[in-house]
């Protein structure tokens, strides 16, 4: 017997000035840096390298015209990485509006297919 299929859908938003720079990939990299405290570590745990990371993180900050982290080298344990205040505030406020963003179009949705 088949099993019944069932209608799905997807979204992703980015926010942007020239490049789409800045979307799931640099926030959720953003909420494990805030978590983790480490660039590094946040790359672990996405399996992502370093260097990759750096680079995205770079583009969308220069897109947006302001930093999103701020890094503090070596010392004994290693270094530390910390969202800046302009970047927190705009990982939230991003967060948020996707929250919302999903919540609007699953209705719309239910409107359409259910």
């Known amino acids: 017997m088949e099993q019944e299929k069932i209608l799905r859908f997807h979204m992703k938003l980015r926010l942007y000035y020239e490049e789409r720079n800045f979307g799931p990939g640099v926030a959720g990299l953003m909420q ?8 590094s570590a946040a790359c672990q745990e996405m ?23 701020e890094g503090k080298r ?10 800046t205040e302009q970047g927190e505030a705009f990982l939230n406020k991003y967060l948020q509006f996707v929250n919302e963003a ?3 179009v699953a209705e719309l949705f239910e409107k359409y297919y259910s």
Request: glycine letters at 14%; one cysteine or more.
């Open 47 to 69: 399996h992502m390298a370093y260097s990759k990371a750096w680079k995205i993180i770079h583009k969308a900050e220069e897109d947006l015209g302001f930093l999103l982290m």
């Open 102 to 104: 999903e919540n609007a």
């Open 74 to 83: 070596g010392g004994e344990n290693g270094g530390t990485t910390i969202l």
């Open 32 to 39: 494990l840096v805030r978590e983790c405290g480490s660039l």
